[in-house]
């Protein structure tokens, strides 16, 4: 009977939906917060500026002062809302942070039905913080 239950169970279980959790989807976030803060310190303690890379279509945050990345799932949303230009440069696809702590700033976003979690980074100051909001009403 054990053996008849186990061969459903090997069959089955690779058609069970495999989902983000939330404790993963804040994990992911706080990943990419520390990539930020990292290069952050890079650019405050190295005196250069450091530009980290946010890669929506590529689902990635690449750190650009070490070889540091998160890549996001597949079943995860991710946005960026960044701005159109920084120090007389357009963004494309990066967070800059300067020696002097300022950054280019902006959002990241990453969310899945029931939960959103927002990486934000503010330009006067360079603070990053992490926001998680409940999607569901109720």
């Known amino acids: 009977?054990?053996?008849?239950?186990?061969m459903i169970v090997a069959v089955l279980l690779p058609f069970v939906p495999r989902q983000t959790s939330?404790?993963?989807?804040?994990?992911?976030?706080?990943?990419?917060a520390s990539i930020l803060k990292g290069d952050r310190a890079m650019s405050v303690s190295g005196g250069v500026r450091v530009d980290t890379l946010v890669d929506p279509p590529g689902r990635a945050i690449r750190s650009g002062a070490s070889s540091a990345a998160v890549q996001v799932p597949d079943d995860v949303e991710f946005e960026a809302i960044l701005p159109r230009s920084c120090n007389q440069r357009p963004v494309l696809?990066?967070?800059?942070?300067?020696?002097?702590?300022?950054s280019c700033g902006g959002v990241i976003g990453l969310w899945r039905a029931d939960l959103r979690v927002e990486i934000r980074i503010d330009w006067l100051t360079g603070r990053i913080?992490?926001?998680s909001r409940s999607l569901v009403n109720g």
């Open 1 to 6: 009977m054990l053996a008849i239950i186990g």
């Open 22 to 32: 939330k404790a993963r989807l804040q994990a992911y976030a706080l990943a990419g």
């Open 93 to 102: 696809s990066t967070i800059s942070f300067f020696p002097d702590g300022l």
């Open 129 to 131: 913080e992490v926001v």
